[in-house]
């Protein structure tokens, strides 16, 4: 997997009400849907299935050595009947307190007949198997529910175990270890679970949102973002319904004093969307409709100087601001500043070519933690030098392009 991936689980995600565009959001979630979701709950639930069978094979081997085992043996009974229906319950109730609110009733009557089963007999080396099986069943729900909700069920199944193997510490001696490893059994394969699927979600979610990010890169110089497009779509749709009553004859001219008013209101939001989006750029958007750039980044472009990049240095330049970003510590809150411009004069040499600094300012980026990538990428946005000064990292880059005016496309110069 990509290095960008990698710095995933250290990438600061927002969390003060990031709005993805629609568009762009039903994409992320059916991908992390596919990727997230079925296929690794499936796999879980083989690794599931071979727990289950572990302590099922422990059990039988347990038999002979229990004063009675008819309460562990309905443990066992109770525990898969109740996974069958506990997995019915998830597949066709949609109501979500349903499912674990039976979950956890079956879990604690499992759990009584399993230490009824084996109280007093942890001395003979007897310990509970229904229970511990509890935590591998939770695998697939902490994949597919909330992980909070498994790992809370399976630490509350440990923690009772565990207690009541201290509880026979004085009669078990040395075998109360073994107690309490096996109430371990129950809390380690979906705690493991959890942060497995937690660290992968965090994967999959940065870089779906970088290559959906990068969807902007190749827009034009000058072109309205997925936020602004879906507001004129929705202004465009508002105006068509208008125009298509007034030419069917269902609103009658002159118009009423209310449709009037709404006429002028979308003729001014459309004028105002169309003024505002006048300077921004691919840079801007990119920076806006991103989860983990939108808090962290703050652009300044007055010129619009950031439409003028070529495609590679357009890549290059969002991969920067992306590592920074990821390099960055926890505790950095200032945003990392990107300031393009002011341009330089027109060489008459090269009448249409046109050259502009481009500055990055980082904080709280470590001497020797800066991805070598960051270099790369700087190197082909154009000739930079790095320093840093007070805790602060700064790259500035001379930009150089070469405008082609009869096509509207720019190019790199090297």
């Known amino acids: 997997m990509s290095r960008h991936a990698a710095v995933a689980d250290r990438a600061r995600p927002t969390g003060r009400g990031f709005r993805r565009p629609s568009r762009s959001a039903r994409a992320a979630d059916a991908a992390l849907e596919g990727i997230g979701g079925g296929r690794l709950a499936g796999g879980l639930l083989v690794a599931a299935l071979l727990l289950v069978t572990m302590h099922v094979l422990h059990f039988a081997v347990l038999v002979p050595f229990y004063p009675d085992a008819t309460a562990s043996a309905w443990a066992w009974v109770v525990l898969f009947a109740g996974t069958a229906a506990s997995w019915a319950i998830l597949a066709l109730v949609r109501t979500r307190w349903i499912a674990p609110s039976v979950m956890l009733a079956i879990a604690l009557a499992v759990v009584v007949l399993d230490v009824v089963g084996t109280q007093g007999a942890l001395y003979l080396g007897v310990t509970p198997t229904a229970a511990p099986a509890i935590g591998a069943l939770l695998m697939p729900v902490a994949v597919l529910r909330d992980p909070r909700f498994a790992v809370a069920l399976g630490s509350t199944v440990g923690a009772i175990l565990a207690v009541c193997a201290l509880a026979q510490a004085e009669q078990a001696g040395v075998q109360a270890v073994v107690g309490v490893a096996n109430a371990g059994t129950a809390v380690l394969p979906v705690v493991v679970t959890a942060l497995a699927s937690s660290g992968l979600r965090r994967i999959v979610r940065f870089e779906l949102d970088l290559v959906l990010v990068q969807s902007t ?4 110089t000058r072109a309205v973002g997925m936020f602004a497009s879906e507001e004129l779509a929705r202004l465009d749709d508002d105006a068509e319904r208008l125009l298509a009553d007034v030419g069917a004859g269902r609103v009658p001219l002159p118009l009423t004093r209310d449709l009037a008013a709404t ?5 001014t939001r459309l004028r105002m969307r169309l003024m505002e989006g006048r300077s921004d750029t691919w840079l801007k958007h990119a920076v806006a409709e991103s989860e983990y750039l939108a808090d962290a980044v703050d652009v ?5 100087l950031a439409g003028a990049l070529a495609q590679g240095q357009r890549d290059a330049l969002l991969l920067v ?8 510590s926890r505790a950095a809150a200032i945003p990392v500043t990107v300031r393009l411009g002011p341009a330089t004069p027109h060489d008459p040499m090269h009448p249409r070519r046109t050259a502009f600094p481009v500055s990055i300012a980082a904080h709280g980026v470590p001497r020797g933690r800066t991805d070598p990538s960051t270099w790369e990428a700087a190197g082909i946005v154009g000739p930079f030098e790095s320093s840093v000064a007070n805790g602060v990292r700064t790259i500035t880059i ?3 392009v070469e405008n082609r005016a009869d096509t509207g496309d720019v190019g790199l110069v090297r």
């Open 300 to 304: 300044h472009d007055p010129d619009g």
């Open 217 to 220: 890169v190749g827009t034009s």
């Open 398 to 400: 001379d930009c150089a």
């Open 263 to 267: 006429a002028g209101s979308l003729a």
């Open 321 to 328: 601001l992306w590592l920074l970003v990821s390099d960055r």
